[in-house]
Structures are given as structure tokens and as C-alpha cells.
């Protein structure tokens, strides 16, 4: 069975938010700029007019980490949030309660309300979307003009991304967490 | 690593820094309540679903989509990853495009005004009873204007359907043709037409080093330009300098950004010009080769003391600085380029920059070669047959002659060249100033937005009123069209097959757009619009012609009137629908015309060559059948060289070479600030402000003030703040921000609706043009949209 997770190559991102609107068509995510499960995040800039720092201006694009070991998992009371087949947190609309807890809990501020089921909702690597139609690719990797993520299986060590892991330096967020995300960072 | 990614902290930190040219917080889920209902995106399927492929429009780089679509409703656009030109991308506009198709404020069917000009007040008619409203009163202006065809004004935006309308125009016998081009790309063009005899493409792929000065293409998205730069900046194959008076996005993605004061950036590559011709660090025997007129140019920048400290003054970047770029650049020559750029015309030296833009590319031989800037090949079309009459009343175009020039001086009032496309800005100010040869009492405009694209937008309406007929064709209730007497729904893109099209470079293909849905409503496509109303109107204002037109006479007593007017029969050029125009037009490339309409692109030999190489990249063409170079590294020039001293312009009162003239200096009146104007990637200029999923995005713009400043001036962010020049004045809130310098403010382009019927555009934000004066370029009269000082006062 495989274990999907995401690399980024972060560097590439413009902060164009091609990924939020794909992901936003794609998925049927409600508009306004709080329900979103896709962002690019960014600091304000440092230094004063001409003398800025470019590095402080780095744009960090991000969404769920699908972590293995999920805060959000852990505190859900009704099992709402769950682990999927391929290792996908997944929030079951049916069973949520909005109790919050999960959202608390996230490390990464990946969750909202989506306000038609008032139930929680974040990234689902486009699982019940494009990858039940057999797809390989999720909408934001597929319409980034830049290119910058790889989507695959990581317990398969032909796939793209698991050769990548091993061939380019990476970093996972807050990883002191212990979350073990499965968004990677290609440095 | 302390990285910010947090979601929360995002939309929370400040909403500050969410702005990159507007703001993207969520203030409009608030405003929705009086803005309309915002509509829902439709989530995907898995059943059953036809896939169309199709070129997207939300702006004006035709990326390849393939649209989705479930029991007859687009449900998603996707990349095309067949297109060499787009590769497999769409931006967020065109991921948007769907909203457009949707969008319900929509024009639906043909309206007539049923009130004053401007007050919004239409009503709804039938495509007949349009024609013939039209037909009437351009029966009545031609009569009185004796068949002077030129008493009518035809305006287009850019978009693969402006073809059909322009041969619309042609068929009318108009001389007034205004498109795009003087508001946008005509002095970059240009600039490097007469200089290198093309405007080049530049081969970002493989080029080590870039000079991006002005060209924002993290913002201002070019395919394959944006792709092709973003993947190697940083350290990973190509070295990128941006050189801009703000920090866009374009500089936070750059390795080294150089800001600069606005409209000095002729005089930054003169100094780079200087410092490779006396260090000799240029390609000697390219130069030697290749050029002509470069003793005098050599002679000229060394005469004039082009020094990297003369430069240092003027644009504020630094001697040593300067120096180092123009070693680097040329170290990596022919690999490195200096970026040519698109909408360019933001000072009044603009042409003469773009001369030496081109002059120092080919000082480092990097002309049609890998890495370098390349003209490439494209893939021939058939023609389709036009119609060109010769209407012997009809006067040439509109100008203002000087009277008695002498030679060394423009020959018109307002420029020296009058190229295809016109100059917009001081065409309307001839119509208004009454400095027009002639009366021109009506006007089509096509998909065109003159009353928030160009500078001083009160002029435009003011002119858009004294047109006696105003017949508007387009999607959108835009502002212009609340001045229209006669509004014509088109139908989107989406909803449309267009004139299939060749795109050249170095990867060539043709491609395109084929209808996804049917029209919605009353709306059609400008090819069936075309046939109705030439239908209606060809044979009567015939009737005119041959009222008027003693040469047409002559012709129907020698051959009848059927074979006289055989040549000025309008509907000719549009008997045929487009399909069929479309196959005949790639009818010399076996097998063409299905793999568009199975694939939407076109190339020899894609089913060979085309693949997927990994999840991300295909390959089009193998390397050895890429056109990197195909004028054997020479430019396209007619003499075969590049044109340092073009001795034709100085009698034109132009100077025949790029110098630096005292006038060019950055200057701003204490009190006052330069005001700049710019793009960003979530809209396409004032075209895409209705749509409800782009404006969620960004939902107003905000006036650029820097911190300090702003801090003296008690100026908090979201402060109302109102920017006033001789053109107009507008109200803006505040962002106050270290990327710009003290002395300039900046707000981004395509907001201040002030159409009613557009009720998620309307009054957001503020639009840029109702302050930029009507200050135009001397060469072709285009407009320079950099030149306005304003004052800000918080209200
Ligand atoms: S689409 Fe790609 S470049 Fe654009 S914001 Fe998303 S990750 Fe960044
Ligand atoms: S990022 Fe947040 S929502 Fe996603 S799996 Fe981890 S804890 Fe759960
Ligand atoms: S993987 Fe799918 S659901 Fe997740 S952010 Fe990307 S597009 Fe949205
Ligand atoms: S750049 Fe964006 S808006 Fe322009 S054609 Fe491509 S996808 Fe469409």
C-alpha cells in the first residue's frame, strides 16, 4: 500500500496562488480567503528602502503535512479525523462534531470550517478528486507554473519523490514536534 | 530552520503581509452580504466527464487548458501539457476562468442605451433590432460625412478574436485603427525592431545570466518566460539581477536587486555600455562582425563621460555595482540576457532605452543563440481572404501634420512615427481638441477597456460622449461600455472556437482554442456578430458609396452594380465559419487540423518527439530540432547588423543613437511623489475585476508608501488616503511598506470600477489611470505611464 507525501521545491514558488485556485475549482472549497487548504507564507520584509533583505522575503507555499504522527488525530473525540489508505489524514464529515479540538491541535494551522457542512476541512492531497479517478498528480502540483511540487509514494523507492529525498537535502517544519510531516522541504 | 508557515499566523500576523500588490484578507466574506452572492466553486467528479481542449484568455499569453466538463457544465480547468509555449501550467487567472464563464453579471443579450450616455441605462433588444439601430446611424453619419469611411473609429484589445474584427475594419475602409500597442509593448517592439530587426524572445532556459530591469515576471506572468526564470534563480544555473524601484516578487525571486530611480534606466545601461567598451570586455570580432555604426556609438559614450559614477548619480544604483553587473554580464555572454521586456513604455526616453538595451545584449554576441535572445521559428499559416476595398472618399488616418516642419524635426504634432496600432492617448486628444482633420462621429470598440486602461480617464469618457454612435462589443458591463449606445454580448472564451493560431519560438506549434459549451444566453462569438451585422448593413451603406463615390460610379456603369459591388461586399470575409477557416488554414500540415481538435497543438512530429519525462516536465522537441539559432547568430536587421546609429530617425527629430538628455533625470517637486504603476498575478489589468474567485484573492488595491515616510505623515495601514494630480484625484487605503523608496507611491492597475452593473468590481479600490497624466513618448506618441508626480493627503 502506499504512503503518499509531498516534496517541495520551495524555492521556486512566486506567490502566484495558481494552487490555491486550482485547489479551490478542483475541490469545491468555499471562497474567502480564511477557507483555504492551500498558502504561500511569508514574512513582512526586513531592512529599510534601498537596503532589504531578500532572504526575509522567502515565500514558503504550505498546506496540510499529512503528518504520520497527527496531533489532530490524536485529540479528535469521535474519530472523525482518521488515517486513510495511503496514509492521508482525512476528516470524516459524517462523524465531525466541530468540537475544535483538532484545530488547536495542529501545529500548522491546516484546518478550517467549511461553513455549508460546519464540519472541519483541510488538504486531502486531492484524494476523494483526482486520485479516486486514478490520477497521479494533485491540482496544485499539476497547475503550478513553476513547478514546484512532487507528489508520490514514499514506500516505493522508484517513485520521483523518494529518489529525490535521497538524492537533494531537505527539512520538514517544526520538526522538534515530532509530527513527522510528510510535506518535505527541498533545499 | 525558523520558517513562518503557519495558516493562522498568516491570515492573522498583519494583514500587511498577505499584500503583494493588493491585500487578500477576508474582508470579503463581509462584503459579499452587499456585493452579490458569492458563488460556490464545483467540485470535481468522478463520473462520467468530456474533456475539450482549449486556449485560455484571462490574459493575453493563450496557455493551453483542457476543460472539464460534467453534464454540460465546466467543472475544472486544467493544464494542457502539450503546449511547448505554456508548459503544462495555468496561473491562477486561468485556473479563475471558469468564474468567468459563470460570472452572473455577465452582458446577455443586445442592449440599446435608454438614458443619458454613461448612465447605465440600456435596454434589452434583439441582435435585429441592434443591426438596424446601428445600420440607421451609420447610414445618416456616412451620408453627411460623404462616405468618408474614416469618420468611424475601430478599438481593440489584444485576444485571438481581434483578427476577425480588425478584418471588419478592413472591409469598412476606416483608416483610424487603434489597438493596444501604444499602451503597452509599441516602443519596446519597436525599439528593438529597428535595432536588432525583431523583437526577440529571450531563452531563460538556458541563460546563466539576466539582467530583468522593469519586467516584473513573477507578477507579470510571460510563458514560457515565468516558468522557464523561477526554477533557476538562487544558485541553481542562472544569476538574476532585477533592477526596479520596488521590491516585487520579482526581486524577492532575484540574486541581487538593484533599485532604481524611475525612468533612469537608459542611463544605467549606458554606463554598462561604458564600462564594457573601455574595459574592452565585449565580443570583439561579433562587434566587428556584426554591427554597424559602432565607431560612433563608441565615440558617443566615451565623448559623453557615460561613467558608472555619472550613472550613480542619476539612477541611485551604485558605481561598483554597475561595474560588476556589466563584468558578469559579459563573462557569461552570449549566455546572459538583458531582459526586453513587455508593457515597457513607462518613461518618455523609453524607445532610446530599448535601442541601448539591444545595442548591449549584442555587445555580448548573445543574439539568436542558445542562452541568449533568440527570434526562433514559427509554423506558416494560410491566409484567409479579406476584403480591402478601395473606397475613394475615405481619408487617410486622423493625424495632426505639423505645419510647416522643417527636416530634424517630428513631422506631427504629437509624434514622429505613426505606427499601426496608433497612438490611443493622443488620438483622443486630437478627437477632443478638435485637431482632427475631419469629423469622426462613431466608434466600435472590441474587448477593449479605453476608460480604465489608459491615462486620464475623465478625457476618455469625455470623448466616449461626444461620440454621436458608440457600439461596444465584449463580456462584461465594463466602465467603457456604460458609455455604449449599442452593447453586443459576446460570448467567453470558453464558449468559442477562435482563429487557430502559430506561435513562434524555440519550440514553434500552432494551436487552438476550441469551443468547450455552447453560448450561454444571448451571447455569440465576434465571427457570427461579424456575419449579422455586415448582413445587415453592407448593402445600405453600399447605397452611400455609390451616392458619393464617383470612382464606384464609373465602375457600375462600366461592369454593373453586381460586379461593383462584389468587391464591397462586408459579409465576405465572414461566410465561413471558423472551423472551416481553421482547417483551411492549417490544410498544408498533414493531419493538423484533427490533433487540434483532439489536442488542441500542433508541431511536426509530435507524435514522435512529444513525452513525459517526470511528473512535472515533458519534452517537445529533442534538443537538435530546437530553433535556438536560425539567422546564423546574426540579427534580422535588413543590412544584417545591429543598428547602433539609425541616421533616418534624426530627421525625424530622434536621436539617431541612445544618449542621455538632462530631461531624462528623476526629478519630484518637494511635497510631491512619482507615482508608479504596475501588474500583479492574480489579475489581468480591469478584464479580470469581476471575477469572484480573483477577487477573493485580492480584494482592493492599496496605495505603496514607504514606512517612514508614512510614519511622519501619521499614516497607519488602512488609512484612507487620497491621491490627487492635474488628471484627477482618487481614494486609496494605505500600505506602508519599506519596498519602496520615500519619494514614490505605487498601486497596482484594474481597480476603481465605477460600472454598477458590475457588483463585485464596483468601487474597489482605485483606478490608477484616473491620476496618470496623458504624458506620451516622442517617438510614436505611447503612452508613459511613469511620468506623474501626485500628492497624498490622509482623509
Ligand atoms: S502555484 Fe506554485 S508558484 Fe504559485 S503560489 Fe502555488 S506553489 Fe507558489
Ligand atoms: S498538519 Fe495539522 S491537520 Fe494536517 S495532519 Fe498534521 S496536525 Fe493534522
Ligand atoms: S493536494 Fe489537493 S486538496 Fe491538498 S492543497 Fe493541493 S489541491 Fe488542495
Ligand atoms: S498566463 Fe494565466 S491568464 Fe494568461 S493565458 Fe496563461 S493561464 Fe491564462
Redesign the pocket.
Known sequence: MARYGMALDYKNCINCKA?EV??KE??GVLLGADKH??WVGVGEIEGEYPLLSIVSNTFYPS??QHCDEAPCQMVCPTNATYYGEQGQVRVDPEKCILCSYCMNACPYDARYVDDRTMTVDK????TDTRLERGETT???QNTCPTKVRIFGDLDDPQSEISELLRTREHFTLKANLGTKPKLFYLT | MKVEVSRRKFLQGSVALAIAGGTSISVSNLLAKDKGKIEITTKTGTGEATFVPTLCEMCVNKCAAIARVENGVVTKLDPNPRFPKSKNMLCPRGNAGIQALYDPDRLKSPMIRDGKKGSGKFKKVTWDEAYSYIEEKMVKILDEEKDNRSSFLFCAGEGMAEHTFKQFYQAFGSANWLNHSSICLQTVVSGYGVTLGAYPQSDLENAEYVIMAGANRAEAIVTPDTMDMFKRTKGRGTKMICIDPRFTNTAAKADKWLAIKPGTDLAFVLALTYVTITEEIYNKKYVEDNFAGFDKYKQSIIENKYTPQWAEKITGIKATDIIKVAREFMAHAPKSVYYPGRRSTFAKNDFQLRRAMAIFQGLGGGIDCKGGLVFGSKIKLKGHEGLEPIYDRARSRGVDKKKNAVKGEAGYSDCAVVGGGGSWVSWRNRFLEKRMPYNVRGMFIYKHNPVLNMPNSAKTIEMLKKMELVVAIDTMPSDTVMYADVVLPECTYLERTDPVKTFGGVEPSIAQRNKVVEPMFESKPVMEIMQGLTNKISKSIFEITKKHDEEVQDLIKEDGEEAAYAEFDLTKPFHESQEKINEHAVHDHHGAAEELKKHGVYYPDMGKYYKQVSANVHQYYIESRKSYSVNGGKPKTKSGKVECYLANLSTKGVDPMPIWRDEYNFNVPKGKFRLLTGRHAQFTQSGTANNSVLRDLIFENYIWINKRIAKAKDIKFGDNIEVSSSAGKVTIKAYPTEKIAPDTVFFVHGFGQESEALSWAYKNGANDNAVIEDVTEPVYGAAAMHETNVEIRKV
Open positions: 494552487c486550482a485547489c478542483e475541490n487548504r492551500i498546506q496540510c488538504c486531502t492531497f486531492c494533485t491540482a496544485c
